[in-house]
């Protein structure tokens, strides 16, 4: 018998390792099969796009906020894993019927470092789980020596248009920007992803830099000239999405990202 305790403290009780596992959170899709658990895989999201062969050969149960209850059931999982923010409440508990529902809620590195780690035991890959949490350990600490002389930069990144919105505070997201001596602008506003208005950027923090990320809203150039009409002096930069909002084994993958991004703002 295994009992193990997700995020949200919810006890959940293994009389054996689950054997048939379905995702709704897309990068921990990529970790679970990075953990070597692709066999155990029956269903995932239409955004779980990593690995890419994943989506031809596993069943698509739904989006991230819409799931087929139905196909859920017809798979007969074990356990399913969700997420606090990627998942709604009500989505959750309409699955706790069917089998344990495992939700994780991951905003920081150590966070991210707890959830491999919870996989390993729950799936019986301690061995894989101690090698990626190893890994990522190092890249996050050869990342910290690589930052030691870099100089903190005001910093907005932005998700949506039409609104606008941004990153906020307690989200995985703002972590990444601290880690990068980003201070972000919009961290002291209401909400973990404010809706802002671009025109009022520079007396709401007049950021050196204004990050464009790649999802959920696909930016392109002609927004960041919008953009930067009104924002003047700030560089405006386009970033990969994945990289700063994908948890799991995506991080160690994200530090090298970072070096690179570093590079390029100085250039």
Same mark, same amino acid.
């Given at each position: ?104 809620? #991951?905003?920081? =590195?150590?966070?991210?470092? &707890? $959830? *491999?780690?919870?996989? @390993?035991?729950? %799936? ?102 919008? #953009?930067?009409? =009104?924002?003047?002096?700030? &560089? $405006? *930069?386009?970033?990969? @999405?994945?990289? %700063? ?23």
């Amino acid at each position: 018998m295994l009992t193990i305790t997700d995020d949200l403290g919810t006890q959940h009780h293994f009389s054996e390792t689950p054997k048939r596992i379905i995702s709704l959170v897309p990068s921990l899709t990529e970790t679970l099969y990075e953990l070597g658990l692709e066999n155990e895989i029956m269903g995932i999201t239409k955004f779980c796009v990593h690995p890419y062969h994943l989506k031809s050969l596993k069943i698509i149960v739904g989006g991230t906020k819409k799931v087929h209850i139905e196909k859920i059931k017809a798979l007969n999982p074990d356990v399913i894993i969700a997420n606090k923010e990627e998942n709604t409440l009500e989505i959750v508990d309409s699955l706790r019927d069917i089998c344990p529902v495992f939700v994780t809620d #991951i905003v920081t =590195v150590e966070d991210t470092l &707890k $959830t *491999i780690t919870d996989f @390993g035991q729950l %799936f019986k890959r301690t061995t894989d789980a101690k090698k990626w949490t190893e890994k990522i350990q190092f890249a996050h600490t050869d990342f910290e020596r690589f930052m030691e002389t870099k100089q903190w930069q005001k910093a907005a990144y932005l998700i949506w248009r039409e609104p606008y919105m941004v990153a906020g505070s307690d989200t995985f997201i703002n972590e990444m920007l601290k880690l990068n001596k980003f201070e972000n602008i919009y961290e002291k506003f209401e909400g973990r992803y404010p809706e802002v208005e671009i025109r009022k950027m520079r007396i709401q923090g007049d950021p050196d830099l204004v990050l464009l990320s790649s999802e959920p809203y696909p930016f392109k150039e002609e927004h960041a000239f919008e #953009i930067g009409r =009104v924002t003047h002096h700030a &560089k $405006t *930069i386009f970033v990969d @999405g994945e990289m %700063f909002s994908w948890y799991g084994t995506r991080l160690f993958k994200a530090f090298q990202y970072f070096k690179a991004l570093q590079n390029r703002i100085e250039e």
